[in-house]
């Protein structure tokens, strides 16, 4: 049971490149979201996804598209890369849509220059 | 929307000190509130949660309250260890919300 899997750990993008950063869990979650993490500002909700097939946007979504065509597998795409997106992206998976504890994977720090 | 203010900051003790981190929440509905511990370079992983019907819960040096009329939950770390540093998040969401609230964060130093 590896839980929430992201890939990869480090990325260097130049601006206006696009990129995909990969989400897996193996815990049969049904929900599943994308944060990312800059000082100071703890961690806001980029898209999110109750189900296969189902997405919505969460506080931050300008910039990253996602979709959900599996239970396990959740990748957010950067459409073209801007240096305001340098950040630290979370993934995270829970049982139940709310209520329930979010298990997180070990994070992708981006950087655009 | 759900606004979750998280104080302070930063927070240095002493070994063996006890820390409080405080919560401010705005929506009434809230009923979940858990806390996140972010070792450096490491991913958030749950320390402790609390649901609205609970006014206190314990976990051997941790415990969170919450007093729903004032909208605010505390997390408190009783004799602290050097492991304890790390930066902590509050978050709160509802039944029925899609989506984690989670405060800015607190760096917390334990001072050998």
């Known amino acids: 049971n590896a839980g929430v899997t992201q890939t990869p750990k480090f990325q260097v993008l130049k601006t206006g490149q696009s990129m995909t950063l990969q989400c897996a869990q193996d815990m049969n979650h049904e929900y599943m979201s994308w944060y990312r993490q800059d000082p100071g500002m703890g961690l806001r909700l980029i898209h999110y996804?109750?189900?296969?097939?189902?997405?919505d946007q969460g506080e931050v979504p300008n910039g990253y598209n996602v979709s959900r065509s599996t239970t396990e597998d959740f990748p957010l795409r950067l459409l073209s890369a801007a240096p305001s997106q340098t950040s630290v992206y979370f993934c995270a998976s829970s049982y139940g849509v709310t209520n329930t504890e979010a298990f997180f994977g070990q994070g992708t720090r981006l950087t655009v220059v | 929307g759900e606004n979750v203010e998280q104080h302070p900051s930063t927070l240095s003790v002493q070994e063996g000190d006890s820390a409080v981190i405080k919560c401010t929440y705005s929506?009434?509905?809230?009923?979940?509130f858990p806390w996140y511990k972010q070792e450096l370079g490491k991913r958030p992983q749950l320390i402790i949660d609390i649901r609205s019907n609970v006014g206190e819960k314990k976990d051997q040096r941790i415990a969170v309250t919450l007093n729903k009329t004032a909208k605010h939950f505390s997390l408190h770390i009783t004799e602290t260890q050097p492991e304890d540093s790390a930066v902590y998040f509050c978050a709160a969401s509802k039944t029925g919300r899609r989506a984690l609230t989670f405060g800015s964060g607190t760096r917390l130093q334990v001072q050998p």
């Open positions: 996804s109750v189900g296969a097939g189902i997405t």
């Open positions: 929506d009434s509905a809230s009923n979940y």
